[in-house]
């Protein structure tokens, strides 16, 4: 085994690769009765990640998009060791996240921070504005106490857009809009001076006027403290607007990576531009991608033999169903895991 060296803070440059996953695998398993077992039938997994590789460059916002069920939640999940992965990798600035243990993940944690979905549920109602920032902090040992913190706090508040800092730093959450719950959240996790933030679907339970706000903020940080972001969201059109790259997942596998124009303007994958056409209708440069998928997401117990997406893809031919697509680069960073990609027209006239 290769040993691994940390890399010191700094010492990347924007546009260096600061997470590499590689072959990253999660089932959960599904629980068979006594009887079952006893008659020696296989033990059946929920195959949520399925051996999902890719790069995530310093400073860039990753978006990752699918559906319900596509695995995009849980393979944050994994980045952040909130579950363990089955199998792989996922190596952090020269550091395997996914082979650290408890008190080496306590001081990965200064680099590698979340948003939740849900700031309310996220926080402790009991808590001020104040207490909940300052609170990783003192986790760390890096302040002994809430008002050490103070300045930190502060200044956490003015990244974020809430000023003067000190008129919210004595709020309860339930005294906050959602937006600007949501807005401490992300303070909370600046507050360590992170590498890396995962934010987990963070705009989804806000108004619609207000998720622009949030997602603008993100991008800004991303520029302005090199933060890498990995944006995980059911929602393309908000992908589009903020991130960098997009990848987007289906039933546990990664079908499609690339440019954020890569990916919206020249989608190389049917699902990329059934999603597309579903979204983007009414833009005249997206018009054209005609795809519509059949039937239901199949379950990821089972899933279908070949590509996964043979059973719904109107393009299917007899290869798709025995044959597991690779995941190949066409041009640039531009990624897909289908046996037609080079093949589809970019857009149906
Ligand atoms: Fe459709 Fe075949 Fe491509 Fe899968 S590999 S997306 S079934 S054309």
Redesign the pocket.
């Known amino acids: 085994m290769v040993a691994m060296t940390a890399i010191a803070k700094n010492e990347l440059k924007r546009g260096d690769v600061i997470l590499q996953v590689k072959d990253l695998v999660k089932y959960f398993p599904v629980r068979t009765s006594f009887l079952q077992s006893l008659r020696g039938k296989e033990q059946l997994a929920v195959r949520a990640v399925d051996g999902v590789s890719f790069d995530v460059y310093k400073g860039e916002v990753l978006g990752v998009v699918g559906e319900s069920g596509c695995g995009k939640t849980t393979l944050a999940r994994t980045l952040l060791r909130l579950t363990d992965a089955t199998s792989g990798s996922a190596i952090l600035e020269g550091v395997d996240i996914l082979s650290r243990n408890h008190a080496e993940m306590k001081e990965l944690r200064k680099k590698l921070q979340v948003i939740f979905q849900d700031p309310y549920e996220s926080m402790n109602p009991r808590m001020d504005v104040q207490t909940i920032i300052s609170e990783p902090l003192r986790i760390q040992g890096i302040v002994n106490s809430v008002n050490a913190a103070r300045d930190i706090v502060a200044s956490v508040l003015a990244d974020v857009e809430m000023l003067p800092p000190e008129e919210y730093m004595s709020r309860y959450p339930h005294e906050l809009s959602g937006g600007q719950r949501q807005r401490v959240a992300v303070a909370r996790a600046l507050a360590l001076d992170p590498d890396f933030i995962v934010a987990d679907e963070p705009v989804s339970m806000l108004d619609v006027s207000i998720r622009g706000e949030v997602l603008n903020l993100m991008l800004t940080l991303s520029r302005s403290r090199d933060v890498t972001f990995v944006y995980i969201t059911h929602d393309l059109a908000t992908a589009r607007h903020i991130c960098d790259r997009i990848a987007v997942m289906y039933l546990g596998k990664m079908v499609e990576l690339g440019t954020a124009d890569e990916v919206i303007i020249n989608p190389r ?3 990329t531009r059934a999603l597309i056409g579903a979204v983007f209708v009414p833009d005249p440069r997206h018009r054209g991608f005609a795809d519509i998928l059949r039937g239901e997401i199949p379950s990821p117990v089972n899933p279908p033999s070949g ?1 996964r ?2 059973p719904r ?1 109107p ?3 007899d290869i ?1 169903r025995t044959t597991e ?1 690779e995941f190949i680069t066409y041009e640039g960073t531009h990624r897909a895991a ?3 990609a080079g093949q589809l027209k970019p857009r149906q006239a």
Request: hydrophobic share 25%.
């Open positions: 994958h049917p699902y590509c997406l043979h893809c393009h299917a031919i798709c697509p289908c046996h037609l």
